[in-house]
Protein backbone atom coordinates (compact mmCIF):
# COMPACT_ATOMS: atom_id res chain seq x y z
CA UNK A 1 0.00 0.00 0.00
CA UNK A 2 1.69 3.44 -0.97
CA UNK A 3 0.60 5.97 1.51
CA UNK A 4 0.92 9.71 1.19
CA UNK A 5 1.67 11.30 4.55
CA UNK A 6 4.80 10.84 5.44
CA UNK A 7 6.70 11.19 8.77
CA UNK A 8 7.30 14.84 8.75
CA UNK A 9 4.03 15.20 7.17
CA UNK A 10 2.23 13.55 10.39
CA UNK A 11 4.09 15.47 12.99
CA UNK A 12 3.06 18.91 11.29
CA UNK A 13 -0.48 17.75 11.05
CA UNK A 14 -1.15 15.93 13.97
CA UNK A 15 -1.35 18.69 16.70
CA UNK A 16 -3.61 20.48 13.98
CA UNK A 17 -5.61 17.45 14.10
CA UNK A 18 -5.94 17.53 17.81
CA UNK A 19 -7.16 21.09 17.70
CA UNK A 20 -9.70 20.64 14.88
CA UNK A 21 -12.00 17.85 17.11
CA UNK A 22 -14.99 18.93 18.01
CA UNK A 23 -15.93 15.94 20.19
CA UNK A 24 -13.20 13.88 22.27
CA UNK A 25 -15.70 12.14 24.45
CA UNK A 26 -16.56 8.54 23.83
CA UNK A 27 -15.08 5.37 22.83
CA UNK A 28 -11.68 5.73 21.18
CA UNK A 29 -12.05 4.72 16.98
CA UNK A 30 -10.27 1.73 15.86
CA UNK A 31 -8.64 3.72 12.97
CA UNK A 32 -6.14 5.86 13.89
CA UNK A 33 -6.13 9.75 13.27
CA UNK A 34 -3.28 9.16 10.60
CA UNK A 35 -4.98 5.87 8.96
CA UNK A 36 -7.96 7.75 8.69
CA UNK A 37 -6.80 11.12 6.88
CA UNK A 38 -4.31 8.46 4.74
CA UNK A 39 -7.95 6.74 4.07
CA UNK A 40 -9.69 9.66 3.01
CA UNK A 41 -6.56 10.55 0.99
CA UNK A 42 -6.37 7.09 -0.91
CA UNK A 43 -9.97 7.79 -1.19
CA UNK A 44 -10.12 11.13 -2.85
CA UNK A 45 -6.77 10.40 -5.12
CA UNK A 46 -8.76 7.40 -6.88
CA UNK A 47 -12.02 7.82 -7.07
CA UNK A 48 -12.98 4.70 -5.71
CA UNK A 49 -16.94 4.22 -3.98
CA UNK A 50 -16.51 3.69 -0.33
CA UNK A 51 -17.39 0.39 -0.33
CA UNK A 52 -14.37 -0.61 -2.40
CA UNK A 53 -11.32 1.13 0.12
CA UNK A 54 -8.64 -1.41 1.04
CA UNK A 55 -9.00 -3.41 4.20
CA UNK A 56 -5.56 -1.41 5.93
CA UNK A 57 -8.32 0.99 6.25
CA UNK A 58 -10.46 -0.95 8.21
CA UNK A 59 -14.24 -1.29 8.07
CA UNK A 60 -15.63 1.06 4.61
CA UNK A 61 -18.39 2.01 6.37
CA UNK A 62 -16.64 3.21 9.70
CA UNK A 63 -14.08 5.58 7.53
CA UNK A 64 -17.70 6.94 5.75
CA UNK A 65 -19.53 7.71 9.06
CA UNK A 66 -16.60 8.81 10.42
CA UNK A 67 -15.71 11.12 7.39
CA UNK A 68 -19.32 12.20 7.46
CA UNK A 69 -19.10 12.95 11.15
CA UNK A 70 -16.20 15.33 10.87
CA UNK A 71 -17.38 17.08 7.48
CA UNK A 72 -20.96 17.88 9.35
CA UNK A 73 -19.77 18.90 13.05
CA UNK A 74 -16.87 21.81 11.45
CA UNK A 75 -13.65 19.70 12.35
CA UNK A 76 -12.77 19.47 8.57
CA UNK A 77 -13.37 23.04 8.01
CA UNK A 78 -11.31 23.69 11.09
CA UNK A 79 -8.61 21.70 10.28
CA UNK A 80 -8.15 23.17 6.74
CA UNK A 81 -8.18 26.74 8.04
CA UNK A 82 -5.60 25.66 11.28
CA UNK A 83 -3.44 24.13 7.71
CA UNK A 84 -3.64 27.18 6.06
CA UNK A 85 -2.74 29.44 8.99
CA UNK A 86 0.17 27.37 9.87
CA UNK A 87 3.71 29.30 8.86
CA UNK A 88 5.26 25.70 8.80
CA UNK A 89 3.55 24.81 5.72
CA UNK A 90 4.65 27.99 3.90
CA UNK A 91 3.13 28.62 0.35
CA UNK A 92 2.00 24.97 0.28
CA UNK A 93 -1.64 25.47 -1.12
CA UNK A 94 -4.06 22.68 -1.49
CA UNK A 95 -6.95 21.87 -4.05
CA UNK A 96 -9.41 18.92 -4.58
CA UNK A 97 -11.11 18.72 -7.91
CA UNK A 98 -14.33 16.54 -7.93
CA UNK A 99 -15.16 14.93 -10.98
CA UNK A 100 -18.73 16.08 -10.53
CA UNK A 101 -17.99 18.89 -11.31
CA UNK A 102 -15.48 18.75 -14.28
CA UNK A 103 -17.51 19.02 -17.58
CA UNK A 104 -16.57 18.44 -20.93
CA UNK A 105 -17.84 19.79 -24.28
CA UNK A 106 -20.44 17.38 -25.90
CA UNK A 107 -17.76 16.91 -28.74
CA UNK A 108 -15.35 16.06 -26.64
CA UNK A 109 -17.30 12.32 -25.87
CA UNK A 110 -17.49 11.42 -29.27
CA UNK A 111 -21.26 13.04 -29.93
CA UNK A 112 -21.82 13.20 -33.50
CA UNK A 113 -22.68 16.54 -35.28
CA UNK A 114 -25.61 17.22 -36.43
CA UNK A 115 -26.18 17.54 -40.52
CA UNK A 116 -27.11 21.13 -41.62
CA UNK A 117 -30.25 20.90 -42.77
CA UNK A 118 -30.92 24.31 -44.89
CA UNK A 119 -33.64 26.21 -43.30
CA UNK A 120 -37.07 27.48 -44.65
CA UNK A 121 -36.49 30.84 -45.02
CA UNK A 122 -33.21 29.46 -47.52
CA UNK A 123 -35.91 26.73 -49.53
CA UNK A 124 -38.35 29.64 -49.89
CA UNK A 125 -35.56 31.73 -51.41
CA UNK A 126 -34.22 29.26 -53.72
CA UNK A 127 -37.86 28.92 -54.80
CA UNK A 128 -38.36 32.55 -55.64
CA UNK A 129 -35.38 32.93 -57.64
CA UNK A 130 -36.56 29.59 -59.80
CA UNK A 131 -39.59 30.94 -60.33
CA UNK A 132 -38.37 34.22 -61.47
CA UNK A 133 -35.52 32.40 -63.59
CA UNK A 134 -32.93 33.61 -61.70
CA UNK A 135 -31.25 30.54 -61.57
Known amino acids: MWYLLTDDHWAILEPLVAQAKQFTGGQPPRLSDRMFFEAILYWARTGIPWRDLPSEFGAWDAVYHRFGRWARSGS ?53 LAAAGAG
Not at 79 to 108: C, K, M, Y
Open 76 to 128: LRRLFELLTANPDLGDVRRILVDSTVVRAHQHAAGARRKKKRSGRHEVLAVRV
